[in-house]
């Protein structure tokens, strides 16, 4: 199997997309924008199959689907770019939870409503 596709599984069964799920929601209450205030995430999914080496070291992002909303079940496109840390993490199939901004600083989360797209970057 794909190295990188280990590296990916490492990362999705980490926990890190139900940390990422939970801090987006805690997140969105702190939105000026009131529309998304009210939001919440229900969910990450990565799409395993469409990811090659080259792909996410080149980039330094991963893609996914998030289901978020005032009743999370609108599906955005979510880009996840890494960091410096966090794509160290994620080459050393460690855990990425330490990559999350603290909360209350917005500059790491842009979301477009009416683009259903979200962009997610990590330390």
């Known amino acids: 199997m794909d190295k990188n596709v280990d590296r990916l599984k490492a990362f999705i069964d980490s926990g890190?997309?139900?940390?990422?799920?939970?801090?987006?929601?805690?997140?969105f209450k702190n939105f000026p924008d009131e529309n998304v205030k009210y939001f919440w995430c229900d969910g990450i999914s990565l799409e395993e199959n469409i990811y090659t080496a080259s792909t996410i070291e080149a980039k330094?992002?991963?893609?996914?689907?998030?289901?978020?909303?005032?009743?999370?079940?609108?599906?955005?496109?979510?880009?996840?770019?890494?960091?410096?840390?966090?794509?160290?993490?994620?080459?050393?199939?460690?855990?990425?939870?330490s990559s999350l901004p603290e909360g209350g600083i917005l500059n790491w989360l842009t979301i477009q409503p009416d683009d259903k797209t979200i962009e997610v970057r990590l330390d």
């Open 16 to 27: 890190f997309l139900i940390n990422l799920e939970y801090h987006l929601s805690k997140e």
């Open 60 to 97: 330094k992002q991963i893609v996914a689907k998030a289901w978020i909303g005032v009743d999370g079940q609108d599906i955005y496109t979510m880009i996840i770019i890494l960091g410096k840390r966090s794509f160290t993490d994620y080459l050393n199939e460690t855990e990425m939870g």
